[in-house]
């Protein structure tokens, strides 16, 4: 007899700021793995502050409003905020602590070795500094302007994660005044690193930062006063825009009300040079309305992630990953049209060891060919320049009817999703922003089209993005199909985006916020019953983040009911694997590599029979289930549905180089180090899909 466990207790449940302060913690591993190209390794230590400044944008900013309304209801994991806020507030200088050992003490030795420099004031030669000086006075000095604090000279308004230097000064200035203090503002237009000539670097690249540049001339900018201290710094605001969708007219007029706001919302981080004195800190602090707990003293360069440009400056391809070139599937290789060659078939795309091209030839194609009448997609993320929108564009002045579904909200796109709804809306296409309160996260596409005399609907549902830049960055699936009835599944779900009124539901796709939940806790239990039976039940899932705590209960249900679970997820994990009586038949990974891991996928045993294969937009968290628009859809030929299995999950349960596990407590351990031949998923892939063979 199974003893009962209340699977609702906060014991089983991680905390999700501290899970995701795990994940910013693997990125920073890769950048001390000695197995990666060192500049890749660059790229991750910059990746990893940007996920931290995002982190505190958003997440500490949501924490510290709570704080400061008195919200006390406590999560799944039973924190009240000001609880989460005191732990990640220890983790988060832990962690910058390491970002910035492992910059000064790993990274910039290693880069030092391969003739790439940064050159402190300190080891600034003759010839150097003369160069320097000249270069702050044509490019610097005239574009500084340094700011006096007195009575009529207030602390000024500081933009979000811009430079900026508290200088303490002696003496006064031509009119009598003495206040001691003035702040300079790096304007960002200016480059943070700058490259010295070949002639005077001493190394095949040398880069000094700005801020030593203007450490060492900021004097200039207060001519008769004595500079005693320049201390570079750095504020981070809740960047989470605020727009109440209930009392509002025009949701494009709104955010772009709100747009510059995010520059300026309530300070939640500080960051200062580590030489700064602890009353000059202070008095920063007092500025902006924060505690000690919000100030990070950082031993460099207060903004990390601007070296990302190093990576870009330096023409070094032995110090990074080997390119590699996208290949087609067989289906769509060049000169095929794609509606004929959909008649035969679905084609599956795994971006990004296949080209994203086919999906923008699908759009080129629909929008050229007379059959077809319409052309309906969801747009999410999809760049600047975007390829896909200037076809749409095309598409609608030829006189097809054009129907766009831009999402206004998707978090740090939303001044360029405003630009591209606007363009689109000029050439005639209609442009409509989704359902009020539901973030529209689907990624679809509807072709309308003619064919033997009746009008068939040709589909591209994804994981990912209709984005050519990230699909190159980013793992994710694709599907294209003819299928009759994902056409009207789809067909029904821009009806609930467009129009109005009650739209039934769909036969063979999973629809948040309807259906999505329940189909997936109904596989779950569904695999229960079969254990319970003494069958073979197994689930394998991968996705970003697992959150939502109902989906959580479920599988831990069925892990006490035996069936065998793997979860690969990327980012944020708030369930406990390996709990006695709980879950010891749940294992969780996490993959980073190269790409950035987004495809969501999901298995089903079954009973016996077909295994159940879901790609899928949605992460199983409740803002995914409840709260935006989202679709699952199956891989119903089984040639692809094996792809999907091998690929897209076995590989990565195999994976024994760049993995780490999930243990109860939370941490994660790096899998691997013994005498195991290497198996990196992606690197397979690489190998596997563009044709080379597999180690």
């Known amino acids: ?389 200037e076809l749409l564009v095309e598409a609608a002045r030829a006189g097809k009817e054009v129907t766009v579904v831009v999402e206004l909200r998707a978090r740090f796109d939303e001044a360029a999703n405003i630009e591209l709804a606007s363009h689109l809306q000029d050439a005639g296409a209609h442009v409509v922003y989704g359902v009020v309160g539901y973030k529209t996260h689907a990624k679809i596409t509807m072709v309308v089209r003619r064919h033997k005399g009746r009008v068939k609907r040709y589909v591209h549902l994804g994981t990912g993005n209709y984005h050519a830049g990230t699909a190159r960055h980013y793992t994710d699936f694709g599907l294209f199909t003819a299928d009759k009835v994902i056409g009207e599944d789809v067909h029904k779900i821009f009806q609930q985006l467009t129009g109005l009124g009650r739209v039934s539901r769909a036969k063979k796709l999973l629809q948040a916020p309807f259906t999505l939940h329940k189909g997936i806790l109904t596989r779950i239990a569904r695999e229960a019953e079969t254990a319970k039976a003494g069958r073979p039940a197994r689930i394998i899932a991968r996705m970003n983040a697992l959150i939502d705590p109902q989906i959580i209960q479920a599988l831990y249900q069925a892990s006490r009911a035996g069936v065998q679970i793997d979860l690969i997820v990327r980012g944020i994990c708030c369930l406990r694997p390996g709990v006695p009586g709980v879950s010891e038949n749940i294992r969780v990974r996490s993959v980073l590599g190269r790409f950035l891991e987004h495809s969501r996928v999901f298995y089903f045993q079954n009973d016996g029979g077909e295994p159940e294969v879901f790609c899928s937009s949605a992460d199983w968290m409740p803002r995914n289930f409840f709260r935006r628009v989202e679709s699952a859809f199956p891989i119903e030929d089984r040639r692809l549905a094996q792809r999907v299995i091998s690929e897209g999950l076995e590989a990565y349960v195999k994976d024994n180089a760049q993995a780490w596990v999930l243990r109860s407590d939370g941490s994660y351990h790096r899998v691997g180090g013994d005498r195991q031949k290497p198996r990196p998923a992606q690197g397979l892939l690489l190998q596997l899909i563009n044709g080379a063979e597999s180690p």
């Not at 190394?203 to 320049?230: K, N, Q, W």
């Not at 602090?285 to 460099?300: E, I, M, S, Y």
Request: negative net charge.
């Open 1 to 389: 007899m199974t003893m009962e466990i209340d699977l609702s207790g906060k014991e089983l449940y991680i905390n999700r700021e501290l899970s995701l302060l795990e994940f910013n913690r693997r990125v920073l591993d890769l950048a001390m793995d000695a197995n990666m190209p060192l500049l890749e390794r660059l790229r991750f230590l910059c990746i990893s502050s940007t996920n931290l400044d995002e982190f505190f944008e958003i997440r500490v900013s949501g924490l510290k409003q709570q704080i400061a309304l008195g919200v006390s209801t406590p999560g799944p994991d039973g924190l009240s905020a000001s609880e989460q806020f005191e732990r990640v507030s220890t983790q988060a200088h832990t962690l910058v602590d390491d970002q910035y050992r492992t910059f000064n003490e790993v990274l910039v030795p290693a880069l030092a070795e391969k003739g790439i420099r940064f050159v402190r004031r300190t080891h600034w030669n003759a010839e150097q500094a003369e160069w320097i000086k000249r270069y702050f006075n044509r490019e610097l000095l005239p574009v500084l302007s340094p700011l006096g604090l007195d009575p009529s000279h207030p602390f000024p308004r500081t933009l979000n994660k811009s430079l900026n230097f508290v200088v303490t000064l002696e003496g006064k200035d031509a009119f009598g005044r003495d206040s001691g203090l003035a702040i300079v503002q790096a304007p960002r237009s200016l480059p943070r690193l700058i490259r010295l000539p070949d002639e005077i670097s001493r190394s095949e690249y040398g880069f000094v930062f700005l801020s030593s540049i203007i450490h060492a001339h900021v004097g200039d900018l207060f001519p008769g006063m004595r500079v005693t201290g320049c201390y570079q710094f750095r504020v981070t605001r809740n960047s989470d825009l605020f727009v109440d969708e209930e009392e509002i007219d025009d949701l494009l007029r709104a955010l772009e009300g709100e747009l510059p706001s995010r520059n300026f919302g309530e300070a939640v981080r500080l960051e200062v040079a580590d030489n700064c004195p602890a009353h000059t800190a202070e008095y920063l602090l007092r500025q902006f309305g924060l505690g000690q707990a919000d100030l990070f003293q950082v031993n460099g360069p207060v903004n990390l992630n601007r070296l990302l440009a190093v990576v870009d400056l330096v023409d070094r391809d032995d110090l990074k990953f080997p390119p590699f070139t996208p290949v087609l599937p067989t289906a769509f290789q060049p000169g095929s049209n794609y509606f004929e060659a959909l008649d035969k078939g679905d084609v599956l795309l795994h971006h990004p060891f296949e080209s994203f091209n086919p999906v923008i030839e699908f759009i080129r194609q629909a929008a050229r060919d007379p059959a077809v009448l319409a052309i309906k997609q969801t747009l999410y993320r999809t760049g600047a320049g975007s390829r896909i929108v």
